[in-house]
Every structure is written in C-alpha cells, then in structure tokens.
C-alpha cells in the first residue's frame, strides 16, 4: 500500500540555520510528490511539487526539494531559516497519474529559535 | 482568485445533532476532495469527487457520515448524527484535474467540536 513517512515528529532550529526536512514514500509507480505547509489556523500551502524531470526542485518561500529515487525520499531543505517558517509541514505522495489524490505524511512541526 | 472557501470556520455541536460543512472550490477546477484532520490520525481523506461525481468514498468513516456536490461550484459534507469522536478540523481542497497531477489547494478548514 501506498504510504508517506515523515520520521521527524517535531524540529527545532534556530533562526538562521539551515534546515532539512525528512520524508520517505512507499509507492510502486513513479510517484508525484508534494510538500505543503501549514500555519496554525490555516490550510496546507503549496511549496513545491516534483512530477519528473530534474530531482532538485525549487518551492515558494527559498525552500527545496531533492527526490531520490534509489532512497524512496523527497527531503525538503531551506539554507537558512526564517522565524516566520515555523509551522507544520507535511509531505504528500500522488497515487494516480490524474485523480488529483494524494497520501500525507503525519507532519513534522518546525520550531524556530531566536 | 477567492480560493477555496469553506464555512462555518467553527462548528461547536452536541451529540446526536446533524452538522453540514460547507465548501465552495475555486472556480474552473473540476476535482474536489474532502480530508479530515486530528492529531491522532493526521490528514485522511474522506471522499472526493471529478465533475460532481464522487469517485472515491472508501475514506468516509461510516455511514453516518454523506458528501454531495450539486454543481460545480459546491459542496456539503454532512455528519448525522454526530458524535465526539467526529471532532477534528475539516479541510476542503480542489484542483485542475490533469494528467500531471493538478496540485491541490485547500481552504482554511472548519474546526468542528461535537460535545
């Protein structure tokens, strides 16, 4: 079955340092794979998306994406975090080529340091 | 672009009581999904539907729970009768729906309490 894992319940950095965030997928097929984040009381955002092509992708906000197929990851990365980066992010696989369905990870909750 | 817009953004109901969640996607996408969200559980998916028409309800938790999408542009969720451990926040989301995988964008939520 088709799953996410996000092995880092809760991160803390501090401001300035750079950060990454882990995300293992279990799926058969070529996946599409996505990160979004969410600010307390608010929906998940959009960051970056992989569909194919080159494995490092570029997001919103000076986030990144590597995918590497050999590891089954999609690790999110930022060079130097921002206090206004913390929040919830949650990595998702695409199951299907067009239903638009996907599969989240539980989360992972930045915490950023002064 | 209003986004995708969900009401109420609060619901606080008792036990027993019929509760309707409200959502109306961004206009032109044509696939809409509804999640549902707690702590324990993390993002699951209830239901979502391509052109109206549902495709997938493997997620509702159980018959008390029914989604419809009349048109376009909306769609209920509806939980009767409800119970406490309906409690969880809501998300409606909506895409293109495309060979690639249209990403989805999600409303605000609605965060139901049922005591």
């Known amino acids: 079955a088709q799953s996410v894992t996000q092995p880092d319940i809760h991160i803390t950095v501090s401001e300035g340092a750079s950060l990454e965030l882990r995300c293992n997928y279990s799926?058969?097929?070529?996946?599409?794979l996505f990160w979004y984040v969410q600010s307390p009381g608010q929906g998940l955002q959009l960051l970056l998306k992989y569909f194919s092509g080159d494995t490092l992708v570029q997001g919103i906000k000076g986030f990144e994406a590597e995918f590497k197929r050999s590891q089954s990851s999609f690790n999110l990365r930022k060079p130097s975090v921002h206090w206004s980066d913390a929040a919830e992010y949650f990595c998702?696989?695409?199951?299907?080529?067009?239903?638009?369905?996907?599969?989240f990870g539980q989360g992972t909750t930045l915490q950023v340091k002064p | 672009d209003a986004g995708v817009i969900q009401s109420p953004r609060h619901e606080v109901t008792e036990m027993g009581q019929e509760v309707t969640l409200r959502c109306k996607p961004i206009?032109?996408?044509?696939?809409l999904f509804w999640y549902r969200q707690t702590m324990m559980r993390g993002l699951e998916l209830l239901i979502y539907f391509n052109n109206n028409v549902p495709i997938d309800d493997s997620g509702m938790p159980e018959d008390r729970f029914s989604a419809k999408m009349p048109n376009a542009s909306f769609s209920t969720l509806k939980i009767q009768p409800s119970e406490p451990r309906d409690s969880a926040v809501y998300f409606c989301a909506s895409s293109l729906r495309t060979p690639n995988n249209s990403p989805l964008h999600f409303g605000n939520g609605t965060r139901l309490t049922v005591t």
């Open positions: 206009s032109g996408h044509n696939s």
């Open positions: 998702a696989v695409g199951i299907s080529s067009n239903t638009g369905k996907l599969i």
């Open positions: 799926y058969g097929a070529t996946p599409y």
